[in-house]
């Protein structure tokens, strides 16, 4: 059995991709600011860079509803399993920020420590 903590801490974690999905959605250029990703002058490619955003943005939506409603079923286990997911998305972000900007690539790994912790709490490692 985990700690509720782990519980309300792992809703929590859900919700962060929401906020980083609506940004994404209706904000594309200064999100790619800051995380210093460049922008393309020509018209076409800025149009192109700005929907991969928004293509970023529904799905961090996405993930982060699909989190919220394993969270709402009550099975830490399965909350758990669900946010490995998230381990994987934050990890290869990392990647693709590093690849492209050659920097960066902490502010998505930093979340990997925190979100594997809360997944040992969740699966009852930490009592």
């Known amino acids: 059995m985990s700690h ?19 940004n994404m959605l209706f904000r594309p250029g200064p999100t790619l600011e ?3 990703f460049p922008v ?3 018209p076409e490619g800025e149009k192109t860079v700005y929907s991969v955003m928004r293509f970023f943005g529904v799905r961090n ?3 982060s509803y699909l989190l919220v409603l394993i969270w ?9 399993k ?3 997911a998230c381990l994987w998305i934050a990890g290869m972000d990392g990647f693709i ?3 492209q900007t050659g920097e960066g ?6 979340l990997i420590p925190v979100v594997a912790g809360v997944t040992a709490g969740l699966m009852g490692w930490l009592n």
């Open 4 to 22: 509720p903590y782990f519980s309300h801490a792992s809703l929590g974690l859900s919700l962060i991709p929401t906020f980083f999905g609506l």
């Open 34 to 36: 800051s995380v210093k």
């Open 40 to 42: 393309p002058a020509d």
């Open 61 to 63: 939506i996405a993930v």
């Open 72 to 80: 709402s079923r009550g099975d830490n286990r399965l909350t758990a």
């Open 82 to 84: 669900s946010l490995v």
């Open 97 to 99: 920020q590093h690849a």
């Open 105 to 110: 690539q902490w502010t998505h790994w930093g």
